[in-house]
C-alpha cells in the first residue's frame, strides 16, 4: 500500500517570513510495508524545528529566527552522507574485517599472515585507519545518534513489521555504539600514544590485542569472562543485522526500490546480505572461543622475549 505522509506544519515562505496554518513544508510519500516510519522522520524533525518558531499561542515569531543550525540547513546532504559511510566504507570494513577474523579457522598462522599484511603499512596505518574507519564511524555514529534522538518509534501505533523494523534498526544502532566503542577500547586501545596506552587504557583492561602474537591475545581477550564472550556475540549480531537492514533502507534513501512490490524483492536482498554475513560473524566469534589450534596460554610470550632482552635484568621473571 502506498500512503501519502503529508506534513501539515508552517511554510517557509520565499520571503524568509514565517507564514502560520499554511500547509505542507514537504510531502514525502512512504510506504505501507516495512520502513513506513523512516521516509516520514525527516518531515517531523523539520516539522518540530519549524513549530519552534510559533509561540505557545500559534503567534508568529520573529523571522530573524528563522532555522538556521549547520545540522537543519544541511540536512539533505548530512543525510544521504549518512546512508553512504554506513555501506561505504563502514559496511564494506565490516565485512572485510569479519572474514580476516573468521580466518582463524584456517589456523593460527594463516590469521597471523593476515595481521601482517595489514601491519605492513607501518605508521601509514594510523592514517588509513583514521581516515577510512575511525572518522567515518564517528560521523555515521554520531548523526545517527542525532537521528534517533529526533525519532519517534511508532510500533505501538502501526503494528506493522516495518515499524518493528525500524525501531530495530535504531536499537542496533545503540548497540553497535556501545559495542564498537568498548571493542575498539578492550583490542586497539582507540589511540596508540604511549601516555594514553599505559594511564589509561590498560589500567582499565584494554589494549589486549598484540599484532605480533595475535590469534593468542585475541584469544584470550574474547575468552577472558563469560560476560565478554557474550558482549562480542550479540554486539557482532547487532551490527550485521544493522548492515542488512540498512541496505534495504538505503535502497529508500537512494530511490532504489520504490514500489511495494520492489521493496518486497528488496527484503530478499537484505535476508542473504544478513545470512551471510552473520554467517561469518558466527564464525569468527567461535573461532576465537573454541579453536582448539590457538595456544592461549602463549599470550604473553611476546611480553616475555622483551622482559627477557631488558638489559638489567630488573624486570627477568
Ligand atoms: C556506531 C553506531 C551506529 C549508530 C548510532 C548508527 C545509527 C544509524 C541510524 C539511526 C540509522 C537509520 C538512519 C535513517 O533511518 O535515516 C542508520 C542507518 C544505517 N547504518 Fe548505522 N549506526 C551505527 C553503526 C553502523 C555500522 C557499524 C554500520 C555498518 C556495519 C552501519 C550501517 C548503516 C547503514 C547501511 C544504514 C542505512 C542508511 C540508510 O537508511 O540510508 N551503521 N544507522
Ligand atoms: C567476533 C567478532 C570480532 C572479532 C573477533 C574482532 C577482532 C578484532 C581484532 C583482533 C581487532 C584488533 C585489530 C588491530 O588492532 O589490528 C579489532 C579491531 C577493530 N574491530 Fe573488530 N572484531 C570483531 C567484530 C567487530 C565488529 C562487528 C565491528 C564493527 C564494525 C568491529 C570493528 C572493529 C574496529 C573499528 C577495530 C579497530 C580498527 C582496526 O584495528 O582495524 N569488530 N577487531
Not at 513544508?25 to 519552534?52: D, N, T, V
Not at 582463524?104 to 588509513?128: M, Y
Not at 534495504?248 to 534513501?253: F, L, Q
Request: charged fraction near 15%.
Amino acid at each position: 500500500m502506498l500512503a501519502l505522509c503529508v506534513d501539515s506544519s508552517i511554510l517557509l515562505a520565499s520571503s524568509g517570513a514565517l507564514r502560520p496554518g499554511l500547509p505542507v513544508l514537504a510531502p514525502s510519500l512512504y510506504y505501507g510495508g516495512f520502513g513506513g516510519g523512516l521516509a516520514c522522520e525527516a518531515s517531523q524533525i523539520s516539522s518540530r524545528l519549524a513549530q519552534k518558531l510559533v509561540d505557545e499561542k500559534g503567534r508568529l515569531v520573529n523571522s530573524a529566527s528563522a532555522p538556521t543550525s549547520f545540522l537543519a540547513r544541511h540536512d539533505f546532504l548530512l543525510r544521504r552522507l549518512h546512508s553512504l559511510t554506513g555501506l561505504v566504507p563502514v559496511g564494506a570494513y565490516m565485512v572485510v574485517h569479519l572474514v580476516t577474523n573468521a580466518s582463524i579457522w584456517n589456523g593460527a598462522e594463516a590469521f597471523q599472515k593476515n595481521v601482517d599484511t595489514i601491519h605492513s603499512l607501518g605508521v601509514a596505518l594510523v592514517v588509513v585507519e583514521w581516515t577510512f574507519i575511525f572518522l567515518p564511524i564517528l560521523f555515521h555514529a554520531i548523526f545517527g545518534l542525532l537521528i534517533i534522538r529526533e525519532g519517534t518509534p511508532n510500533t505501538s501505533s502501526y503494528a506493522l513489521s516495518g515499524n518493528i523494523r525500524y525501531t530495530l534498526q535504531r536499537a542496533t544502532g545503540l548497540l553497535a555504539f556501545g559495542f564498537i566503542g568498548f571493542h575498539v577500547a578492550h583490542l586497539h586501545g582507540w589511540i596508540h600514544v604511549d601516555w594514553w596506552l599505559e594511564n589509561v587504557i590498560v589500567p582499565l583492561g584494554g589494549a589486549r590485542f598484540d599484532p605480533h602474537n595475535a590469534s593468542a591475545t585475541a584469544a584470550a581477550a574474547l575468552r577472558s569472562s563469560p560476560f565478554v564472550s557474550v558482549l562480542y556475540l550479540i554486539g557482532t549480531t547487532a551490527c550485521v543485522f544493522h548492515l542488512a537492514n540498512g541496505i534495504w533502507t538505503m535502497g529508500i534513501t537512494w530511490g532504489l526500490w520504490t514500489t511495494p512490490e520492489s521493496q518486497r524483492r528488496a527484503n530478499w536482498v537484505a535476508i542473504g546480505v544478513g545470512t551471510v554475513v552473520g554467517i561469518v560473524g558466527l564464525a569468527a566469534w567461535t573461532g576465537f572461543l573454541f579453536n582448539d589450534e590457538i595456544d592461549v596460554e602463549s599470550r604473553n610470550a611476546n611480553e616475555h622475549r622483551q622482559v627477557n632482552a631488558d638489559p638489567d635484568g630488573t624486570r627477568l621473571e
